[in-house]
Nanobody, 113 residues
Framework: QVQLVESGGGLVQPGGSLRLSCAAS???????MGWYRQAPGKQRELVAD???????NYADSVKGRFAISRDNAKNTVYLQMNRLKPGDTAVYYC????????WGQGTQVTVSS
C-alpha cells in the first residue's frame, strides 16, 4: 500500500513558478502517475500524467507551462509549474494508476497578487 505525500505548494504571484513534489512510500516504477487539481466549486481534473515508459500528457489549460517528471530511484513525481495564472489556484494532488480511488491531503497552490 503505497502512500503519497504532496508538497511544494504555496502563495505565488502571477507569472511565478512553483515545483510540486509527490513522495511515495514505495516503488512507483510500475505505475502510471498523474497530477490533479481541484479549484473551489469545480470538479477535480487531471492536469498532467506520465506513463511507466515516460510518455507525458497535459491538459490544454497548462500545456506549455507545466512539466511533469518522475524519478523512480527517489520514488518521487514532480510538477514544475511556470508562468502561473490565477486560474491555476487549486489544491493539487498526485495519484497512481489510471483510476485512483484514494486521495491524500494535496498541496494548496494560490496564485494571486
Amino acid at each position: 500500500q503505497v502512500q503519497l505525500v504532496e508538497s511544494g505548494g504555496g502563495l505565488v504571484q502571477p507569472g511565478g513558478s512553483l515545483r510540486l513534489s509527490c513522495a511515495a512510500s514505495g516503488s512507483i516504477a510500475t505505475y502510471y502517475m498523474g497530477w490533479y487539481r481541484q479549484a473551489p466549486g469545480k470538479q477535480r481534473e487531471l492536469v498532467a500524467d506520465i506513463t511507466i515508459s515516460g510518455s507525458k500528457n497535459y491538459a490544454d489549460s497548462v500545456k506549455g507551462r507545466f512539466a511533469i517528471s518522475r524519478d523512480n530511484a527517489k520514488n518521487t513525481v514532480y510538477l514544475q509549474m511556470n508562468r502561473l495564472k490565477p486560474g491555476d489556484t487549486a489544491v493539487y494532488y498526485c495519484n497512481m494508476g489510471r483510476f485512483p480511488t484514494h486521495w491524500g491531503q494535496g498541496t494548496q497552490v494560490t496564485v494571486s497578487s
